[in-house]
């Protein structure tokens, strides 16, 4: 179904930061599947893993423990401000989870409050109930009736928040840096001031660290930037490196699921599990969140050259590797064809706005070669 705009491009290879389409071209990917393959391509801590697992056993139910499992659980929990983990297969599926947590937590302890409140320009996914959740009329005017139990308000407007929270609320969701919306950043204090809100009034803060998790901003989590702690945390895309996953963590007082309230087939597989155990273990024993801040430091000081060479760039902006540069005018388009015919995949945020979020193994030769080429497509267009 034609649902995505394909780039006329048949990738068919990729090895640490860079793909290889049908007729032998090489490009550096500064797109990494969506935020997706945090380690590269075809990592070989993660080939290996997931090598060994597939001929050691590729799927049972959730009826019985795996190995692969209980040590990706154990992994995120001392790592993290969070208790307890559900696995799921995707982002979606994560945020989804969260939702019904926090619904069941609203029966449980609030009088059977049930609203959650999100923000304008957020993604939570695509499934219809998060559909209804991101705050962007886009997706969601296709599919109107949606479902009830959303408010979105205002980003970076605690006042907003203030005034949607009533009896029924029962959850605040939101991405630390708003990614797909476009690389938006919380005003100082906002999150914070989010946090102290909710625990005044007791409900629950689910943080969507799907975009942000997993070492993007330079820490393991973005939370960590702003000294709060979510009691909801979901994760997926850098996860298990390009391997499907998914999941929802909550704290031990959040974690109010019985048998039987949530579940899924696939969620938490061992082929999965092992490339998430993998993925994160690469990224703890190799500080590579020290790597995603220093390279992220890198590629801001070679935009800030680009800006005071370019007068149509009116920003850059993000945290670690999720960065984002946006032009006063409409050439996100064609800038991005232009470096991909020099050799560099980019992904068009917006139509004035392109997105960085290479691979957090990415190195300073690399971010220079990205650099030479955005420059030379700058070059060519006419401000
Ligand atoms: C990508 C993304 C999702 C959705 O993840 P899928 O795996 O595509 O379902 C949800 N939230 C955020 C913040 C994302 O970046």
Redesign the pocket.
């Known amino acids: 179904m034609p649902t995505f705009k394909r780039i006329p491009v048949t990738l068919v290879k990729g090895q640490g930061s860079r793909v290889w389409d049908d007729n032998g071209r090489e490009y550096l990917d500064f797109t990494a599947g969506?935020?997706v393959n945090s380690l590269g391509h075809c990592h070989p801590s993660v080939v290996e893993a997931v090598t060994q697992q597939v001929k050691t056993l590729i799927h049972v139910s959730n009826s019985y423990y795996t190995i692969p499992q209980i040590k990706l659980a154990e992994l995120l929990v001392q790592n993290s401000c969070l208790d307890k983990v559900f696995f799921c297969n995707?982002?979606?599926?994560?945020?989804e989870g969260a939702v019904k947590l926090a619904r069941r937590y609203g029966h449980l302890h609030l009088g059977g409050a049930y609203e959650v409140i999100t923000a304008t320009g957020?993604?939570?996914?695509?499934t219809l109930a998060?559909v209804s959740a991101s705050g962007q009329p886009k997706f969601q005017e296709p599919y109107i009736p949606l479902p009830s139990g959303f408010i979105n308000v205002e980003f970076n407007n605690i006042k907003a928040i203030e005034k949607a929270i009533n009896e029924k609320t029962c959850a605040v969701m939101l991405?630390p840096i708003q990614?797909?919306g476009g690389v938006n950043l919380p005003d100082d204090n906002y999150l914070k001031a989010v946090s102290e809100l909710c625990r005044q009034k007791g409900i629950l803060l689910i943080l969507?660290?799907?975009?942000?998790g997993i070492g993007r901003t330079g820490n393991l989590f973005a939370y960590e930037h702003y000294s709060i702690e979510p009691d909801v945390m979901?994760l997926?895309?850098g996860l298990a490196s390009g391997i499907p996953i998914?999941a929802f963590l909550a704290k031990e007082g959040a974690s109010v699921f019985t048998a039987g309230e949530h579940g899924s087939t696939f969620g938490g597989n061992p082929v999965a599990c092992a490339a998430g155990y993998a993925t994160l273990k690469f990224i703890l024993d190799n500080d590579i969140t020290g790597n995603a801040e220093a390279m992220g430091q890198h590629l801001n000081a070679g935009l800030e050259e680009l800006k005071q060479k370019y007068d149509f760039i009116t920003d850059f902006r993000g945290l670690g590797l999720l960065k984002a540069i946006e032009f006063s005018n409409n050439i996100a388009l064609s800038l991005m064809q232009t470096c991909m015919e020099n050799g560099l995949l980019v992904n068009k945020l917006k139509d004035n706005a392109l997105r960085f979020i290479p691979s957090l193994i990415i190195n300073k030769d690399e971010i220079n070669e990205a650099l030479g080429i955005l420059d030379k497509a700058l070059s060519g267009i006419k401000s």
């Open positions: 969506w935020a995707s982002g979606a599926e994560a945020t957020s993604f939570h996914g695509r998060m991405e990614g797909e969507d660290e799907i975009q942000t979901t997926a895309k998914g």
